[in-house]
C-alpha cells in the first residue's frame, strides 16, 4: 500500500460548534495516516491561515489550540505459518483543535475550521 492509498484512508472531518457566553466556541477533529513532521507543518501554516480568515470576517481569537495522537501503524501477515511482520513508514495520526472566538457568526467560525482541516487534507493528498 502506496502513501496516497494510505492517505484515502482518513477519517472524516468533524466540526461542531456553540455559542456560550458570547463566545463560539469550536471543535474540530481530523485523522488520517501520514508523516508526522509534514502534518505538523501543514497544520501550523494552516492554523495562521485559518486565523487570518477568521480576523478577516471580524473575528477575535481568544484561543486555538491543535493537539495531534500519534500511533505508528505496524502490520503482520499469516501465510502459512510464516508471519512476515512490516514496520509502518506513515503513522496513524487525529488532530483535535478547539477554538474560542467573539465577534463572530457561528456559522462562519465552524466554516473557517473546516475549511482549515480540508485544506490540509487537499495537501496530504498531493
Not at 28 to 55: H, K, S, T, V
Not at 65 to 88: C, Q
Amino acid at each position: 500500500m502506496n502513501a496516497g492509498q494510505m492517505a484515502e484512508e482518513r477519517q472524516e472531518i468533524r466540526v461542531f460548534s456553540a455559542v456560550r457566553d458570547g463566545a463560539v466556541a469550536v471543535y474540530g477533529e481530523y485523522g488520517i495516516l501520514a508523516d508526522r513532521q509534514e502534518l505538523a507543518a501543514l497544520l501550523a501554516a494552516n492554523m495562521e491561515a485559518a486565523a487570518l480568515r477568521l480576523e478577516s470576517m471580524g473575528g477575535i481569537i481568544g484561543h486555538m489550540k491543535a493537539s495531534m495522537d500519534v500511533h505508528r501503524v505496524d502490520s503482520f501477515s499469516l501465510t502459512e505459518r510464516e508471519v512476515s511482520y512490516r514496520e509502518g513508514s506513515m503513522e496513524e495520526i487525529v488532530i483535535h483543535l478547539s477554538a474560542l472566538l467573539f465577534a463572530i457568526e457561528e456559522e462562519g467560525a465552524k466554516e473557517a475550521v473546516a475549511r482549515m482541516f480540508y485544506e490540509i487534507d487537499k495537501k496530504i493528498r498531493e
